[in-house]
């Protein structure tokens, strides 16, 4: 089976849940079906300047194929976008307006569909927020599968994503939270609605010491991984931290782990350590008392079932449906809705140790039955062959 996977980008420089998504997911099927990576030459997601060659590549061992974005994103252009968008979101050429500013903008990859889509048995989409999923898709409407990655926000009021979930042969989803969400948006039928996993490995050789040697971090600590941004809840993560350190100084520290620029109070207790190896990464979770998942907007969160591989609990923003449902049916973390209850619950992991143990315990069982990667590859590997053996014959095999 040949597939291609569109992700607007690609590579293990970058930061984000659907690219990271993408990734793995890539990597897990690709030694059982011909994958090629469909992407621009972008890392940075605020610009989409080209920063890789355009053209073919090998990543971990799967083929790439990267398209060049001509004009790089005018960031006022997009806000006054976003904002004539956001207050008439049913107009139509309001919404493709706020595509196009939006971007990734890359010709050659929807050329690339447009003449070569009929040679891929299946073509899975991965977000549908960028151009290259709202363009890309009608192009290859019989053979593809979306991956939305939605949460409730501005964007997916837009009228301009009713075609692309429309058009979307079949829809896979991290998270029945999700699958409801585009239920009660879009109206997507059950039949037409997969959920499909996402291998999480094991790192068992993981070092709490390590990280202690390599930070000169010796105070126990809370621990937030992944990017340092105003939407992921990383300010008010913060905030709420800076409260609990003046009712406990002597609690936990607060790390944070990921690219981006965070603003940190002068007291002792905070360290932000920037993007950070793969090890090292997994030796600050190892030692952590409780990692932190502060984002109101996810359709999935690897911090969270990352930390539940090592078996640490988790305490997460209340205002993501998917954060809360993963904690219930893991039984892996808490859940706080204001700074006062972030406080206690920070607290309780804190003291309750042999407690917050079992917490942790409970949530790394349920990722070794949910997050295998035999199960990741077969949800996956189903959903792809449901779409191949839909659609017409891909060009160039001869039909039965």
Known sequence: ???????????????????????????????????????????DYLSWADAYPPGPAKVN??????FSVPRPRDLFEFEQASARAYASPQDLEL????????????????????????????????????????????????????????HDEPPLRLSVFDDVFAKARLLCFSTPEEQTLAHERFGIPDARARIVGAAID???????????????????YALYHGRLDRSKGVDELVDHHTRYRAVHPDGLDLVLVGGGEVRLPAADGFHSLGFVSEELKHDAIAGADVVVCPSPHESLSFSQLEAWSHGRPTLSNALSPVLVGQSRRAGGGLWYSNADEYREMLDF????????????????????????????RDTWLAALTEVAEARPARAGRQQQ
Request: with cysteine.
């Open 349 to 376: 992991f804190a003291r309750a140790k042999p407690l917050a143990e079992t917490i942790g315990a409970q949530g790394q069982r349920y990722v070794r039955a949910k997050y295998s990667r035999d199960q990741a």
């Open 95 to 150: 919404g493709r307006n706020w595509i196009q500013a939006q971007g990734p903008n890359a010709p050659g990859l929807l050329d690339h569909l447009r003449e070569e889509g009929s040679t891929y048995d299946a073509v899975a989409f991965v977000t549908c927020l960028y151009a290259p999923t709202v363009d890309g898709l009608p192009l290859v409407t019989e053979r593809s599968l979306l991956c939305p990655t939605i």
């Open 61 to 66: 061992g799967v083929s790439v194929l990267r």
């Open 1 to 43: 089976m040949r597939v291609a996977l569109v992700v607007q980008r690609y590579g293990p420089e970058v930061l984000g849940g659907a690219e990271t998504l993408a990734r793995r997911v890539s990597e897990l099927l690709a030694s059982s079906v011909d994958v090629t990576v469909l992407t621009t030459c972008a890392i």
């Open 202 to 220: 094991e790192h068992r050789g993981a070092d709490p010491t390590r990280f202690v040697a390599e930070t000169e971090i010796r105070h126990p």
